[in-house]
Nanobody, 132 residues
Framework: QVHFVESGGGLVQPGGSLSVSCRASGFSLDHYALGWFRRAPGKEREGVSCISGRDGSTYYVDSVKGRFTISKDDAQKTVFLHMSNLQPEDTAVYYC?????????????????????????WGQGTQVTVPS
């Protein structure tokens, strides 16, 4: 059974840094595309970054490029998102997800172009708050 446990969220001042992690069980990380998503208050869920299980290639949406770094540790079955220069607009619940159909990360996965959200496995989310 696929299961995620997320941790590391919290309150951080603007310009600060924070890392969140997602520990998986029930599957091997190198089989799936793995992503971080977020939902801000009153907004739709949006993709932030993803990493390919097969070769570790990564993708970032423009709003976080240069500030966020995604990585994974296959042995620990954990996916990380390190966030720096955080701003109030980064405030959201952050979720990790794995697409069981595609082993490679793509902008399509982050944008849910082909219904990836519905078929993916999701964590419970962790809150990140950056006060204005």
């Amino acid at each position: 059974q696929v299961h995620f446990v997320e941790s590391g969220g919290g309150l951080v001042q603007p310009g600060g840094s924070l890392s969140v992690s997602c520990r998986a069980s029930g599957f091997s990380l190198d089989h799936y595309a793995l992503g971080w998503f977020r939902r801000a208050p009153g907004k739709e869920r949006e993709g932030v970054s993803c990493i390919s299980g097969r070769d570790g290639s990564t993708y970032y949406v423009d709003s976080v490029k240069g500030r966020f770094t995604i990585s994974k540790d296959d042995a620990q079955k954990t996916v990380f998102l390190h966030m720096s220069n955080l701003q109030p607009e980064d405030t959201a619940v952050y979720y990790c997800a794995a697409d069981p159909v595609a082993p490679f990360c793509s902008p399509s996965f982050l944008a849910d172009d082909d219904g990836q959200y519905l078929r993916s496995y999701w964590g419970q989310g962790t809150q990140v708050t950056v006060p204005s």
